[in-house]
């Protein structure tokens, strides 16, 4: 949306010589913008193709644009641990399962105090945006949650995520721009609040909604603290806990390329191929989505920063 | 008033008695109650561990609302020890790190932003925009990797200054405390760069196109046309998030710290968030990390609403 209106003035521009002060403008921005791209692109790439390269082979070092040795071995490896296999199952049943019930929740509510004439319409507002300036701290969330009984529970992972005060304010503000004849003639024709939430808001609310959703089912995707502090049995870790364990591994050295078996070449793992291939496993299914998401992301934050 | 009485079934609030109205509106209470049990349990019954700070608390089985009352009252001692002890450390970190991230992370999407409204072809400002909020949709987790991963003894980042020979020994990143304030400043910077480029961008796209017409008219070259059109016109904008990103100075973030860190670099590491992690809940300190936890969010809370009331003075409306 922000690309469309550039187009004029670019023509206009063309046509004149340039100056000596452009010249120097047109080599910083391609310079800045060339550095921002390769920045953002190439640690992925290259994460990509020291995963897809055979390990023994990777150890060597040197592999920066294209893989020496092609081999999948890591991934093989990395997929068939069944700490693993459990931990993808986690990560995508708490997507699956939170991110539709946290839109549906704080749809509901953003409905409910997009409301005017609803009794305490203001003291309900401040009570869920005092939450966002401020709040308990760690010690005694983990106390309630304890006291809740969510403490190595699954539950942990969907009750906590089911509201957001921030997208709640984004769906309420994009409810507050429908029309307001919109209610009165449903309300006139009988119908009541369920039936303006479920028939009207929700399906004419669907980009936001889209939004939200998305936002909320990445936030699942790539959540690990949580299960790090409320869950200790492994089979709640999610696939993120598993790449913090790994990660953790590397960092203290103790696994600079330990072998871990081979019996012939091309079949080999090291801790390093290992982490690659982990890593690539959580990030692909984001990239993969990533068009359909970018669209309603752009969107979204201009809905927000409307706010502002 | 009168203007309303066309519109025939306007019911006046006041005059429906309040039961009435409740039973009216039954339904968008029942619409709210999922929310309102949320709010209740995650957001405000923690909030009653508030009193922890000033208790010497300890938890046994009679569950947490017992403990909590009949812990020994010790008022401000926790803050005291807080102030005598790792108060001058931590907050040194704390406000480096953020400093340090404001100081990379506030003009590189300004720059972003006004640098790809200045690229002619469609498909090329596309391609880099997309690429560029490409790291704010991964994990921490994934981000410190490729981090730690890049900046290893034997990383890209050290063959490539090995290769131009800017260096001639292998820099141990992660080994130097002064260096992480810096790492987690661009890894900072990194992540959010087109994510917060977005605002400015849609900021530019509303700029009259006339303005530029006549500047060319005028005679003004492109960099003129920049200093004198698009950077005064997204100036409001940049005031509002400048004053935001002043009020959550002490919001250093979290997990890049806990990630990243390691015990070799704990005294450089630690900000306000770890720090009250650590002792709250690895050591077994509740109340001292509650105590921590507590003064940063008065001085958080403290520093966004001053930062509201700047910008509500400035803009003529507050932002909440």
């Known amino acids: ?37 390769i920045v953002t692109i190439y640690p992925f790439w290259n994460i990509f193709i020291v995963s897809i390269n055979d390990a023994q082979d990777a150890v060597k070092g040197g592999l920066y644009f294209w893989p020496r040795i092609f081999s ?114 449903v309300k006139i024709d009988g119908g009541n609040d369920l039936v303006i939430f479920f028939k009207f808001v929700i399906p004419l609310s669907k980009p936001i909604l889209m939004t939200v959703a998305l936002f909320a089912a990445i936030n699942q995707w790539n959540s690990w603290f949580d299960a790090y502090l409320y869950t200790s049995s492994q089979k709640l870790k999610p696939m993120q806990s598993i790449l913090v364990e790994i990660l953790n591994q590397y960092q203290t050295g103790s696994t600079t390329s330990q072998q871990m078996s081979n019996a012939k070449a091309g079949m080999t793992v090291t801790a390093d191929s290992i982490r690659m291939a ?14 359909f998401i970018q669209k309603y992301f752009v969107k979204g934050i201009m809905l927000g920063a409307v706010k502002g | ?103 990379f992370s506030f ?26 909020y490409l790291p704010y949709f991964i994990s921490w987790v994934i981000a410190s990797n490729i981090f730690m991963t890049f900046l290893a003894g034997n990383g890209v980042i050290n063959d490539l200054l090995m290769g131009l020979g800017l260096i001639d020994q292998r820099i141990l990143f992660f080994q130097n405390g002064n260096m992480f304030w810096w790492i987690i400043a661009i890894a900072n910077t990194w992540k959010g760069i087109g994510y917060n480029a977005i605002i400015y961008l849609s900021t530019i796209s509303g700029i009259e196109q006339q303005l530029y017409e006549a500047a060319e008219v005028d005679g003004a070259n492109r960099v003129q046309q920049i200093f004198h059109i ?35 670099i704990l005294n450089y590491s630690d900000v306000l968030d770890t720090y009250s992690y650590r002792y709250g809940l690895q050591k077994g300190m509740y109340s001292y990390g509650t105590a921590v936890g ?9 520093l966004v609403m001053s930062a509201n009331k700047i910008t509500a003075k400035l803009n003529g409306s507050a932002l909440f």
């Open chain 2, 230 to 264: 698009t950077l005064p016109s997204i100036l409001p904008t940049i005031c509002v998030l400048l004053i935001l990103a002043i009020g959550g100075l002490l919001n250093t973030g979290f997990e890049q710290h806990l990630l990243m860190g390691n015990n070799a």
């Open chain 1, 72 to 185: 999948l071995y890591s991934y093989q490896e990395i997929l068939g641990r069944p700490t693993f296999q459990d931990s993808i199952i986690i990560t995508v049943s708490r997507t699956l399962i939170g991110a539709p019930l946290a839109v549906f929740c704080t749809a509901m509510c953003a409905y409910s105090l997009s409301r005017k004439e609803m009794v305490g319409h203001k003291f309900w507002n401040l009570l869920f945006v005092f939450t966002m300036y401020f709040g308990g701290g760690q010690v005694p969330y983990y106390m309630v949650l304890k006291g809740l009984g969510l403490l190595d529970n699954f539950l942990v992972f969907i009750f906590p995520l089911i509201m957001s005060v921030y997208n709640m304010i984004l769906i309420k503000s994009y409810i507050n721009s429908m029309p307001e004849s919109l209610f009165e003639a």
């Open chain 2, 107 to 132: 003009p590189a999407p300004i720059m972003l932003a006004v640098f790809l409204n200045e690229v002619k072809n469609i498909k090329v400002k596309k391609f880099v925009q997309t690429a560029s």
């Open chain 2, 294 to 302: 507590l003064f940063k969010s008065v001085v958080s809370f403290i």
């Open chain 1, 278 to 291: 982990a890593t690539m496993v959580a990030t692909i299914p984001i990239i993969m989505v990533y068009p």
């Open chain 2, 1 to 103: 008033m009168t203007a309303l009485n066309h519109k025939a079934p306007v019911i006046k609030p006041h005059k429906v008695p309040l039961k009435r109205r409740l039973w009216d509106q039954r339904y968008l209470f029942l619409l709210m109650i999922p929310a309102l049990v949320w709010v209740i349990l995650i957001c405000y019954a923690p909030m009653s561990g508030l009193y922890m700070a000033f208790t010497n608390y300890r938890p046994s089985r009679n569950g947490y609302f017992f403990d909590l009352l009949n812990a020994p009252f010790v008022g401000f001692q926790w803050f005291e020890y807080f102030f005598q002890n790792d108060f001058k450390m931590i907050m040194r970190n704390t406000m480096f790190t953020s400093l340090l991230t404001l100081l």
């Open chain 1, 1 to 37: 949306m922000s690309t469309v209106t550039v187009k004029p003035t670019v023509n206009n521009r063309i046509q004149r010589k340039r100056t000596a002060s452009e010249w120097v403008l047109d080599i910083i921005k391609v310079l800045f913008l060339t550095l921002v791209t």
